[in-house]
């Protein structure tokens, strides 16, 4: 069964601070990973994804298969980042979704 | 704005009626999907349909139906036999392969 985890239901960091967004995933093959992000007031869109290695206003985030993880990482982090994340894989047929986990950035 | 479009946005219905959420992308997208969004238990796939007059049971799918007559448009019927059906549901679109998943803005149901 493919399953992903996001332990964090909230995180708290203050501006300017790094931030880390844990995730763990669950596959037998090779996945196709991704983060999306949802605003207040706004549609659930997509941040990341693993196969474009992008840096996307600022967060990263880096496949490792060896602990089966794909966290989501920024340096210094703003109050406009303060929204609800979900990281997600797909098996090309369909998209599983973490639980999400709240970031909140303290001014 | 939009591609894939959800109404309405809020929709009111009293306990044992049955209740259909509308579902239309104009991106010529293959795939749609069903999504049931409840506090702390994130996004929990209902149905999903790769192509036309074809769709598959996901995790949650007891007490919903769906049709996928038309390319276009993927509705989800809430039946009276959901037993807890007051949540908020979100649509999406990819392209076949699991590709980026685009959704709408959500239908919020609330029985009474």
């Known amino acids: 069964a493919q399953r992903v985890t996001q332990p964090e239901k909230l995180l708290s960091v203050f501006k300017g601070a790094p931030v880390e967004l844990k995730c763990n995933y669950s596959y037998s093959g090779s996945p196709e990973l991704f983060w999306y992000v949802q605003y207040s007031r706004q549609r659930l869109q997509l941040l990341l994804r693993?196969?474009s290695r992008e840096s996307i206003k600022g967060f990263t985030a880096d496949l490792n298969k060896g602990e089966t993880s794909f966290h989501l990482k920024k340096p210094f982090a703003q109050e406009e980042d303060s929204a609800m994340y979900y990281c997600?894989?797909?098996?090309?047929?369909?998209?599983?979704f973490g639980t999400g986990t709240s970031l909140t950035v303290i001014p | 704005d939009g591609g894939i479009t959800q109404s309405p946005k809020y929709l009111f219905r009293k306990e044992g009626q049955n209740v259909t959420l509308s579902c239309e992308q104009n991106?010529?997208?293959?795939?749609m999907y069903w999504y049931r969004q409840d506090p702390g238990q994130g996004l929990r796939l209902i149905y999903y349909?790769?192509?036309?007059?074809?769709?598959q049971k996901g995790d949650i799918a007891e007490g919903y139906s769906v049709s996928r007559e038309k390319k276009e448009s993927f509705p989800l019927t809430v039946t009276s036999a959901q037993k807890n059906p007051t949540a908020f549901y979100l649509c999406?679109?990819?392209?076949?392969?699991?590709?980026?998943?685009?959704f709408g803005q959500g239908t919020r149901l609330t029985v009474v």
């Open positions: 999406a679109s990819s392209r076949q392969g699991g590709t980026e998943a685009f």
């Open positions: 997600a894989l797909s098996d090309r047929n369909q998209f599983y």
């Open positions: 349909s790769q192509i036309v007059n074809d769709f």
């Open positions: 991106l010529n997208h293959d795939a």
């Open positions: 693993h196969i």
